[in-house]
Structure formats: C-alpha cells, structure tokens
C-alpha cells in the first residue's frame, strides 16, 4: 500500500475531423494553413463539453477499483459555467456523496497539473484529478487546426498505486505565451519562435531538472518524458538539452487527437501509464505562465489499469469526419438558420430541476425493497402488479447499466442540431425501460446493445443555461 496514483483514465470523442477539410475549405483566404492540414483532430459532438467529457474519462478510471474519492477537481480553460460549480455537476452525474469537496480549477495551462499536485502533496483524501478541455476558435486560424478535444481522469491516494511521485517542482512566470480574456471566446497566440526560444527551451529545462533532482533521478534513467506542446519538435530540443534519452520522448498525439490544452497534459500521463511497466519513470511537464513538473515511479499494480479503455480505447474508436461545416455549427460559429421547431422557450424551472436532480443527473430510479423490481423513474408505488407496494423504493443508479433497444424513430421534423434526432424505448438489463435520446448513431436495430452516456440534453439560447441528461450510446 502507498500513496500515489491508484488509476487514470481517459476519453477521446469519436468523431475526428480531418485537418485537409479544414485547410481546404480556407485556402481561399489562407493558402499558409494547407502545410498544417495534416492527421486529424478530436471534436465534441454537439452535445457534448468539459463537464461529460470529465464523466465519461471519470467513469473510465473508476473501472479499477478505488476508494470512494472524497474530493473532486474539475481543471479546465473552458468550463462552460462561469458561475456555477462545473465540478459539482460531474459529482453528482457520478453518484458522489453530497459532502464530496469539489473544485474548479482554470486560468493557466497548467490547471491539470497544479491540481494534480496538490492532491498528490495533500494526502489528507482520496482525489479525483479531471482535465477536460473544449476550446472555440477563430475560423481560419493555426489554432483552429491544432486544438483538439479530450479528457484524462487520475484517482490518486492511499492503496494500490500504479505510480508514485518521486519529485517535483514548479515555477510562477508571468510569461504570457498564449492568452484569453473573459470576455472573448478565442485564445490569442504570440509569435512561435519567441515560445520557443524563451519559453521551452528556457523555462522548462530547469523546472524539470529542479523534480529530477528532488526525485534523485538520473535524466538518462527517465522511461517516459510527457511534453505536451504544438511546435515541431520542440519536446525533442527539450529532452536534448535534459539529456534524456530520444526514445523516452513521448508522441504529443497532436496528429491524432490535437492540443487538449489543460488537459493534454494529463491525457499524456494517462497513455504513458497505460503504455508503461513496472520500474519505469515517467516525467510529465507543461508550460503556462511558468511550469510544472512531475516524476513519476510506475509500480507493478500498472496491470491494473488494463481494465480501462484509456487513451488507446479511445482513439482505436474513432469515426473519421470530413464534415467542416458540421463543425462549424456545433461550435456556433455562424448564425445559421435552425426553423421555428428551435424557437420553442426552452426556460429551466431550477426549482424542479434542483428536486429531481438524482433522477436527471444520477439517472437514479427506483428498487422496490419488497419484490426487487426496479423501475424508472421512481415512484411511490411500485409497478409490479403482484406488488404494487406504497413507498417501497430505494434509490437505483441506471448510470453503469447496459440496455437492449425495444423501439427506436429517427425523427427529421423536430429539431435537431445533428438531424436526424434518434430516440427510442430502451430495456434495462436488471428490468425497466425508459424514452430516451440516442446519441453517436449512424444506424440502429431492435436488439442493439446500448449503455448509458452523460450529455447536454439542450441548451436555453434565451438564457445561456445547458441542461444535461442521460442518452443510450452504442455499447
């Protein structure tokens, strides 16, 4: 038993846009950007953001067996809630105990990672490390090709830890390499050559040597070394000027996923662990005015993480997409024309929202303690006829629950942001069915297996609020 990391999982949305669509469709503007049209990036889909990114990683971390993590931290450039807890509506979709202390963590590109530490220097809880990212980009912009979706999960504290911090050290520099002010939806970028020079290859050479010496390690012994950063072959003139070894340098997975931002760094660390043995030491750095650094010793427990899909999983289940224009309107990029099907008020009575939230959030129905039956929602009376008994329902989670469809309607007339809109009535394994919306369908059939997935439901243009709920995905 130590303390350190006791599972880390991920998730890469499906659908991955091809930089060559992106590229092509600007040319016309900005010919510069077909040198960048290269590999394919990780897109939300419509319903999807930092805070069901977070679950699905979450959920992926705890299928390795842990504690009960008992404080959350949700770390994030992009929470969609400016006041709102973001942490606190992925606790309760994880069927967290109301006295879980969450967090949001925001402001740097290196939110993932301070959060990171300092549940790995507190030691006083079982944790919950989430970086999520969903960035919105200007059209025709480097970042638009470069920025990508993603979300890594660490559970770290007392137990079966498959790593353990050797050392660390961090470094407060207000060097603005890349910023976003509040009232703008875009990141704005500094001159490359100037990051790299000043920023890279200055700053993060001697954070990382100030963990390695802490950790009493070697450069050359270092196994993995996670740098997540866009310039070529920046990550290579780090480790050089390190002395690490070449081979320890780790794919930044911007061909295959993008910059995730806050997240990427955590991403990393979550394939590393996946792709690691035991006795290997993995270094994790990220730059955001100033820089952090992690090291790290892989223990024979990284078995356990082979119960995880992970960043592997998720890119091995991946859809490719050409479809800029589809992009461009799940991000709202243009005022688009959407019918007077989308025009119905879509306000949110908080009060009811607030009483029902196990049910809407946790997917939590009933179980009757007399007969066993389960149902959704729960009620006061149970709907076995042989039992029909008053009060008699414990609360039931749907959430981790497989389910087999019994009807399904692929529905051009209501509005959609991704038409057609896919619903149907689905059958639990345990018992009871419910209406729900499918999501990331290409096709279904009476019979498909499908599981549960946390999704925006829809959003109140009017007044800026999402609504989340559960929605049966492919299995």
Not at 26 to 44: D, R, S, T, V
Not at 355 to 375: F, S
Not at 421 to 443: N, P
Request: hydrophobic share 40%.
């Amino acid at each position: 038993m130590s303390f350190g990391i006791l599972s880390a999982g991920a998730y890469v949305p499906r659908v991955r846009l091809q930089r060559s669509a992106i590229a092509q469709a600007n040319a016309w503007f900005a010919p510069g950007l077909k040198g960048q049209g290269k590999g394919e990036k990780a897109i939300c889909n419509w319903d999807e953001d930092v805070i069901t990114m977070g679950v699905e990683a979450a959920r992926d971390a705890f299928r390795v067996e842990t504690a009960t993590p008992s404080w959350l931290s949700l770390a994030s450039t992009s929470h969609p809630f400016a006041d709102r807890q973001n942490a606190g509506v992925v606790a309760d979709a994880l069927g967290l105990a109301p006295r879980v202390q969450v967090q949001d963590t925001a402001g740097s590109m290196r939110a993932a990672t301070t959060a990171l530490l300092d549940a790995l220097q507190r030691k006083q809880h079982t944790s919950l490390v989430i970086g999520a990212e969903h960035r919105k980009t200007k059209v025709a912009s480097a970042q638009e090709l470069s920025y990508g979706d993603a979300a890594a999960a660490l559970v770290v504290g007392e137990g079966k830890a498959v790593a353990v911090l050797k050392g660390s050290a961090s470094e407060s520099v207000d060097f603005v390499h890349s910023y976003r002010m509040s009232d703008h939806q875009s990141d704005y970028g500094w001159e490359e050559r100037w990051v790299r020079e000043e920023g890279y290859l200055k700053i993060m050479p001697r954070v990382v040597q100030a963990a390695l010496t802490q950790a009493g390690v070697a450069a050359d012994a270092v196994t993995h070394f996670c740098l997540p950063c866009v310039l070529p072959k920046v990550d290579q003139a780090v480790a050089k000027k390190l002395k690490l070894r070449p081979e320890a340098v780790r794919s930044n997975l911007i061909g295959q996923v993008g910059d995730s931002g806050a997240a990427h760094a955590l991403v990393m660390l979550a394939q590393a662990l996946q792709d690691a043995q035991a006795g290997d030491l993995i270094v994790v750095a990220t730059l955001g005015q100033g820089a952090d650094a992690l090291v790290f010793e892989v223990t024979p427990e990284v078995t356990r993480l082979q119960a995880t899909a992970g960043v592997n999983g998720s890119l091995a289940r991946k859809k490719a997409s050409d479809n800029y224009m589809r992009f461009l309107a799940f991000n709202e990029q243009f005022d688009m024309e959407r019918g007077m099907r989308a025009e119905t008020d879509k306000g949110t009575p908080l009060t009811s929202a607030f009483r029902n939230h196990e049910m809407l959030q946790g997917l939590v129905g009933g179980k009757c303690r007399h007969c066993g039956t389960v149902q959704f929602p729960r009620g006061r009376y149970c709907v076995e006829p042989t039992c029909n008994s008053l009060d008699s329902q414990d609360a039931h989670s749907f959430a981790q629950s497989k389910a087999k469809v019994v009807s399904y309607t692929a529905d051009l007339l209501t509005y959609c942001p991704d038409p057609p809109a896919w619903y149907g009535m689905v059958q639990f394994e345990e018992g009871g069915r419910v209406l729900i919306d499918f999501s990331e369908v290409d096709a279904v059939e009476v019979g498909d297996t499908m599981r549960m997935a946390f999704r925006i439901k829809d959003q109140d243009p009017t007044r800026g609020y999402l609504r989340y709920f559960w929605k049966a995905v492919p299995a």
